[in-house]
């Protein structure tokens, strides 16, 4: 069964930084356009980053422009989102994706068939 495991969540310093990871087993992320996606309580889930199956196509939502940054590694079969420069208002689940596409239409969660069960993201001074 196709499976996506984030890893890296915690508490951090406005101003700080923290990796996410997620590991993808049962299929290869390289043949898969993937997300990360974060849910704060009582909102909806928003598109953070995402790229395309080739990694020529990366799209980060407006929000954490010039402050996240989304990669992968195939040989490891992970995912990753690097961020920097956190603020309290980056607080959130974040969940990785993925769609059996070479390309995404949007980054938005609507578009992502499969799901990881999300880790939590704490910015606070």
């Known amino acids: 069964q196709l499976q996506l495991v984030e890893s890296g969540g915690g508490s951090v310093q406005p101003g700080g930084s923290l990796r996410l990871s997620c590991a993808a087993s049962q299929f290869s992320v390289e043949y898969y356009a993937i997300g990360w996606f974060r849910q704060a309580p009582g909102k909806e889930r928003e598109g953070v980053a995402c790229?395309?199956?080739?990694?020529?196509?990366?799209d980060y939502g407006d929000s954490v422009k010039g402050r996240f940054a989304i990669s992968r590694d195939n040989a490891k079969n992970t995912v990753y989102l690097q961020m920097n420069s956190l603020k309290p208002e980056d607080t959130a689940v974040y969940y990785c994706?993925?769609?059996?596409?070479?390309?995404?239409?949007?980054?938005?969660?609507?578009?992502?068939?499969?799901w990881g069960q999300g880790t939590q993201v704490t910015v606070s001074s």
């Open positions: 994706a993925a769609v059996p596409t070479l390309l995404f239409r949007v980054c938005a969660a609507a578009g992502f068939d499969y």
């Open positions: 790229m395309s199956s080739s990694g020529g196509r990366i």
